[in-house]
């Protein structure tokens, strides 16, 4: 709030910080910037999609996997997107009898890891 001036008889005025609507409208361009900009970090990291992933790790894989299940995970300072492809066959119960972990780079597609 304005301090008045000695002998001013005039109300005092509220600064424009102190309104409410100014408050709300600052709270919310502050929210759509964050937002903005969280989205355009994310998606610049990941050009590589699942199904290309998924590709790339079986033409790396020595066998014919019955399931398959990715994941995408941050990986190193600054973080980059990796998808984490796991290929494997089960036997009659269901359990994991082969294995084989592919690491793609999701910018790049290449291989990081196994």
């Given at each position: 709030?304005a301090t008045?001036?000695?002998?001013?008889?005039?109300?005092?005025?509220?600064?424009?910080?102190?309104?409410?609507?100014?408050?709300?409208?600052?709270?919310?361009?502050?929210l759509l910037?964050?937002?903005?900009?969280?989205?355009?970090?994310?998606?610049?990291?990941?050009?590589?999609?699942?199904?290309?992933?998924?590709?790339?790790?079986?033409?790396?894989?020595?066998?014919?996997?019955?399931?398959v299940q990715?994941?995408?995970?941050?990986?190193?300072?600054?973080?980059?997107?990796?998808?984490?492809?796991?290929?494997?066959?089960?036997?009659?119960?269901?359990?994991?009898?082969?294995?084989?972990?592919?690491?793609?780079?999701?910018?790049?597609?290449?291989?990081?890891?196994?």
């Open positions: 709030m008045p001036l000695p002998g001013d008889s005039r109300p005092a005025r509220s600064d424009l910080r102190d309104r409410w609507a100014f408050r709300a409208a600052a709270l919310g361009a502050l910037v964050a937002l903005l900009v969280s989205r355009g970090c994310a998606a610049a990291d990941r050009e590589v999609s699942q199904e290309r992933a998924i590709s790339i790790a079986r033409e790396a894989t020595p066998f014919e996997p019955d399931k990715i994941r995408l995970v941050q990986r190193g300072i600054p973080p980059r997107a990796v998808w984490a492809v796991s290929l494997y066959d089960v036997d009659v119960n269901d359990n994991p009898t082969r294995v084989n972990v592919v690491l793609v780079d999701g910018r790049t597609g290449a291989i990081v890891g196994r």
